[in-house]
């Protein structure tokens, strides 16, 4: 992990430093969030877009990934629906996916604002444009478990599967080694991070 000489550790530093950051996606600044199922990426991605004055978030789970596919199966949707348009100046249309109901939802349109933040498996890959790449993780233990609570028991042989090929690619592209900043996911609930303060890994 590489070091962050002066890293933020509160969410309205983290905000503060990465509006100061140049865009990196036309006029946006791409912010990624990633980790591996289950370690708390959701929770703090909500979070941090609070501390930046209600940012949009746009997810993985926003595009339809089936459990046995390829974990970036969503990143070329993305990349058309939002990226394209916004590295051209223009509005981002997203409709996003409802994976349980199998259907997705009425267009929404993102403009091209300061800071978007990305959340979800491969959100800060090799080919991101983020400007800053933020890791989430947790014990794999606790990140079954929460799966699991929030899909289903049902669910647990295919999230097993998903979490070997989540792995493969992080080591493949190097994910973790290339994030700007690491974050203790193991901080249940809401209370991720305790407040204001950030729960640095």
Known sequence: MPSVSGAPTTYPALAERLRALPPSCGA???VAVDGPSGAGKSTFADRLADALGGAPVVRSDDFRVPWDADPLTWWDPFLAAVLAPLRAGRPAVVRRYDWRRDRYGEEE???PVAVLVVEGVGASW???PAAFRIWVDAPRALRRRRALE?????YAGAWDAWSAREAALFAADGTRSRADLAVDGAVDGAALGGGDTLPLG
């Open 28 to 30: 946006v600044r791409l």
């Open 109 to 111: 349109e993102i403009p």
């Open 126 to 128: 090799a080919g991101s």
């Open 150 to 154: 929030r899909d289903g028991a049902e």
